[in-house]
């Protein structure tokens, strides 16, 4: 019977037995070429995520270890075509009596969404002096605090995290402050409603739980998309509020040409400076983001496992200045 020993994603080594409680994050029941049953999963916590695998398959387990949930569980680590992977021994739903909160286990922003929700109005109260910009950010941010508060960016990629949509909208605005100070023509009441509002979409493409994740995304957004949710959703919004028809096409412009190219779901590139400005970035954010993600989970004077969102680039920390 091998030794487990409690530890955290993040510490997580090849040939360890290792025990501790995780968020499924995703669930999914898959069939090898044997044709034999197991249980696929994500795991979370606080410290990051690792696929992990139930071999030992029964008709409960799919219904039992939703994703969703806090379990314990116990296995051992091991090198899977050069990516870690988490062999489960055993595991169990958490029970309440285990007083277990699961705020305490779940990947997050390193801000809290009450933090970042009020930096939002300190730039729009103190930075911003177009009257209708202001009221346009003013009634959507309202209208969607309690989501906004612990909304991820995304499922998978950037920014998947409890309040990880406010963090990576608050990123970008700390960088158009500063850019826009040097680039002084750029109209900052644009840029910055454009920043506050780019993704305001991902809060109707996501079914979204009480955790602040996301499992999966609703028919709409499968269907559509944030981008254009984002758009039909500022446009409904501007003809409530009566806001100047321009400046309302100036920012659905700017969420639609976000990501730049058809191949990202772009189908127009950026047609003024300020969303131009936009498009930078939010891709410098996100790039930033996964860089910063890999660089933690990577040994020194060794190379990344290939990131899918840096087009399957492997990222290098030097032994020169992380040690």
């Not at 019977?1 to 037995?17: C, I, L």
């Not at 501790?20 to 795991?43: A, D, P, Q, W």
């Not at 799919?62 to 969703?68: E, P, T, V, Y």
Request: glycine residues 6%; negative net charge; charged residues 25%.
């Amino acid at each position: 019977m091998p030794t487990y020993v409690e530890k955290k994603t993040e510490d997580f080594k090849a040939g360890e037995h290792v025990q501790g409680v995780f968020y499924i994050k995703e669930s999914e029941l898959k069939t090898t070429t044997t044709n034999n049953k197991y249980m696929n999963f994500t795991f979370a916590d606080k410290t990051g995520e690792i696929n992990a695998k139930l071999w030992d398959w029964d008709e409960d387990n799919a219904s039992r270890f939703k994703a969703g949930i806090l379990v314990k569980a116990r296995g051992s680590v091991i090198d899977w075509q050069g990516q870690l992977q988490f062999k489960i021994d055993s595991m169990g739903k958490v029970l309440e009596s285990d007083n277990i909160k699961i705020d305490d286990y779940i990947p997050s922003a390193p801000y809290t969404g009450e933090a970042m929700y009020k930096f939002l109005f300190t730039v729009i109260n103190e930075k911003m002096n177009d009257e209708e910009f202001k009221m346009l950010c003013t009634y959507i941010l309202e209208e969607n605090k309690s989501q906004l508060l612990i909304a991820p960016a995304a499922k998978k990629n950037h920014h998947a995290v409890r309040s990880g949509l406010l963090y990576h909208t608050t990123t970008m605005l700390r960088g158009a402050l500063t850019l826009s100070s040097i680039y002084t023509f750029l109209n900052k009441n644009l840029l910055y409603t454009g920043v506050i509002l780019h993704d305001i979409g991902k809060l109707y493409e996501m079914k979204q739980n009480d955790t602040g994740l996301v499992s999966e995304y609703t028919v709409e957004g499968t269907l559509l998309g944030h981008i254009i949710q984002g758009i039909n959703y500022i446009d409904e919004v501007g003809k409530k509020l009566g806001i100047n028809p321009e400046k309302v096409l100036l920012i659905k412009h700017m969420i639609l040409s976000h990501h730049y190219i058809p191949e990202h779901g772009s189908p127009k590139s950026p047609a003024f400076p300020e969303a131009e400005m936009l498009h930078h970035l939010d891709i410098m954010d996100a790039r930033m983001y996964d860089m910063q993600q890999a660089v933690e989970g990577t040994e020194t004077g060794s190379f990344s496992e290939r990131i899918w969102s840096l087009e399957n680039r492997s990222v290098y920390k030097s032994s020169a200045i992380y040690d």
